[in-house]
T-cell receptor, first 114, second 112 residues
Framework: NAGVTQTPKFQVLKTGQSMTLQCAQDMNHNSMYWYRQDPGMGLRLIYYSASEGTTDKGEVPNGYNVSRLNKREFSLRLESAAPSQTSVYFC?????????????FGPGTRLTVT | GDSVTQMEGPVTLSEEACLTINCTYTATGYPSLFWYVQYPGEGLQLLLKATKADDKGSNKGFEATYRKETTSFHLEKGSVQVSDSAVYFCALGAGGSYIPTFGRGTSLIVHP
């Protein structure tokens, strides 16, 4: 099993450009999450999907949109990138219910916006 | 709301030294507690967990005991290795949201 995969691994964008970060999991998990990690800020939840067909905002959703394409895939879109969105982005997945606290993370996408 | 407080890093140790990374929490009810580890350039991975008071989680030589009376879940290892150099995150799960609350992480650097 590959676990959680993310593409791309690295990306450089200019301010105002758009892009989609892709995430897929092969563990048949119901729940999926997008986090960003910044120095000194820890992990912050952007959006999550508790189950296929549902999405909800996390702590820092502004400037992002998500799509739960099917049970396996959960994408994150930046419509108009800003330098403040320079960060490392992690996708995670988990079972539902009380098992949701045990999350499985992908390797991350390192995004720089100039 | 729920919160997790970890000691600030970096923690710098020599190989074979003892490690303690402090973690305290605030939560309603009876949370589950977790330690995650993030190696350089990778995502987080679950290291150990405890789901009720006095439970001890252990993995790869690391241990942590769920102390309800002190609301703590300190991470310990008797003899660290260079390969343990990483960032360690304490987290809790409580309530009905099923979204874990993470601490800010503690960086561990182990020198040969």
């Amino acid at each position: 099993n590959a676990g959680v995969t993310q593409t791309p691994k690295f990306q450089v964008l200019k301010t105002g450009q758009s892009m989609t970060l892709q995430c897929a999991q092969d563990m048949n998990h119901n729940s999926m999450y997008w986090y960003r990690q910044d120095p000194g800020m820890g992990l912050r939840l952007i959006y999550y999907s508790a189950s296929e067909g549902t999405t909800d905002k996390g702590e820092v959703p502004n400037g992002y949109n998500v799509s739960r394409l099917n049970k396996r895939e959960f994408s994150l879109r930046l419509e108009s990138a800003a330098p403040s969105q320079t960060s490392v982005y992690f996708c995670a997945s988990s079972e539902s219910g009380s098992e949701a606290y045990e999350q499985y993370f992908g390797p991350g996408t390192r995004l720089t916006v100039t | 709301g729920d919160s997790v407080t970890q000691m600030e890093g970096p923690v710098t140790l020599s190989e074979e030294a003892c490690l303690t990374i402090n973690c305290t929490y605030t939560a309603t009810g009876y949370p589950s507690l977790f330690w995650y580890v993030q190696y350089p350039g990778e995502g987080l991975q679950l290291l150990l967990k405890a789901t009720k008071a006095d439970d001890k989680g252990s993995n790869k030589g690391f241990e942590a005991t769920y102390r309800k009376e002190t609301t703590s879940f300190h991470l310990e290892k008797g003899s660290v290795q260079v390969s343990d150099s990483a960032v360690y995150f304490c987290a809790l799960g409580a309530g009905g949201s099923y979204i874990p609350t993470f601490g800010r992480g503690t960086s561990l650097i182990v020198h040969p």
